[in-house]
């Protein structure tokens, strides 16, 4: 697994507490279900690095 780097993310306070919800209903905390968000993009946009692709 790859090293984590912390990043900062302005994003709106009604799109926040959507995630937020979603991430309870997923039972996963906020961060990780950002970085599941992320990673599903770039999965369909065929974006994700070879390393990371190769594993799911």
Known sequence: MSKKKPFALRIDEEMLKAVEKWASDE????????????????????RLPKTQNQNN
């Open 27 to 46: 039972f996963r905390s906020t961060n990780g279900q950002i970085e599941w968000m992320l990673h599903k993009a770039l999965k369909e946009a065929k």
